[in-house]
């Protein structure tokens, strides 16, 4: 019965035999071109994003040895982006909230072309660092904007799959680094140039998108419920949708939920505990891992022994073979699995991988043994946590503070990325390998016990998710 209404509300929002209220024919309209728009404008986005996160530790195994860097400067320069992201998600999180997510969307993409080229030339240490912050507060801003977008225009049974194919971007990124690293390698040319160039190619992308996006429409779904323009929101999305998503317009007043009521409810902190909580603690074992990854790998094959080219080659048999495939069962699988369910799925396997490294003896001194681990541990971050969090977080919050919610969620993500990449040198000269990854395995089991703190949001429409009708009926 209730698939037969759903079939029928699909019909009817989708094929123009009549109007529904707005929220409801974007949640059950059919997986359309519009959708693969909005993919593609959010997606190239966090594609630029993941470049130019990840190449930094592709290239600072170049600066380290031009600079004659510490361990603890090497971190700083790897972390630097990440607790800038803090910043800009916290920041622009908020602004979309408060402005709108068309205003912003294509400012943070200007900061991350201009962050990258301009860490192209850093003429010193200070200077890169400057530069890498710069970019890094248009990444994290990129984090709610995008997913919120995405999340806001999707339809109910395939959000998850839209929002996680945006995040999956960074798969591409992930692969484009090492690959940027070993053409340029390969070229014979000074190390000086090849890492500059590394850090500036990060803009080309970055600005290819900032036309692109400011073409993207407003969410509809922000127009009609927070400013009360419905008349535009409906015909926002008429026009977007090529006609599949035709809704009434509608009446009476819209009351939006203030920062304060948000803040201080005890669901929402929950909510807040559950998405920023478990995001942080993955990001500090995941961010640790990927970003000084070449790191990992030369030390396992052992230091001296094997040039760079071949360590970027098994860091990219890495990413290609278990990080990729990770990334896209996720984003078709989960709303099938459940968001939530994959989420508590990834924190379990990956965590198991994270102590065999620890705890097996003599694992980290065997290059196959390790990379197998190593790269199950990928798998399953990706299929897990890595992509559940981005999603999550933009879907259990109101749509009047769902980019804030995010990007504290993301911010908050980010201190434990930069955390887990600052520290990771320090902790790994301290510790050893396999006392980092016993950690960052405890870590793993903590943000289990988070998720449960969230509903599951798989295939319900994300205003009951949110909760968002029921807080402002009862204001």
Known sequence: ???????????????????????????????????????????????????????????????????????????????????????????????????????????????????????????????????????????????????????????????????????????????????????????????????RLMLGLGAVPAASVILLRRRMPESPRYMASVKGMGAEAAAAALNYSGGVVKAKVATGSTKRLSLGKFLSDPRYALYLLGTAGSWFLFDYAYYGNSVSAPLIVKAVLGAGKHPLSQVLSLNLLIFTLAAVPGYLLASFAMDRIGHRRLQLIGFVFMGLAFLAIGIVPGITKEAVPFLLVFGISYFFAEFGPNTTTFVLSAEVYPVSQRTTGHGISAGVAKVGAFLGVFLFPIITKALGLAGVMTLVAGFSALGFGLTLLLPEPARRPIEEVSIEEELISAA
Request: glycine share 12%.
């Open 1 to 195: 019965m209730l698939k037969r209404k759903g079939r029928q509300m699909a019909d009817l929002a989708s094929n123009g035999h009549g109007e529904v209220e707005l929220n409801q024919a974007l949640n059950e309209a059919k997986l359309s071109m519009f959708h693969l728009r909005a993919l593609v404008t959010a997606g190239l986005g966090f594609f630029t994003d993941a470049y130019d996160l990840f190449i930094i530790g592709t290239a600072t195994t170049l600066i380290k040895a031009q600079w004659h860097l510490s361990s603890a400067q090497t971190g700083l320069i790897n972390s630097t982006s990440l607790i800038a992201a803090f910043l800009g998600a916290f920041l622009f999180g908020r602004l979309a909230d408060v402005f709108g997510r068309k205003k912003i969307y294509g400012l943070e993409a200007s900061l991350m072309a201009v962050g990258a080229l301009a860490s192209a030339f850093a003429p010193g240490l200070i200077w890169l660092i400057a530069f890498r912050f710069i970019m890094g507060i248009g990444i994290g801003g990129d984090y709610p904007v995008s997913a919120v977008l995405m999340s806001e225009f999707a339809n109910r049974k395939d959000r998850g799959k839209l929002v996680g194919l945006v995040f999956s971007m960074q798969a591409l990124g992930l692969v484009l680094g090492p690959i940027v690293g070993l053409t340029l390698l390969s070229t014979g040319m000074s190390h000086d140039l090849a890492w």
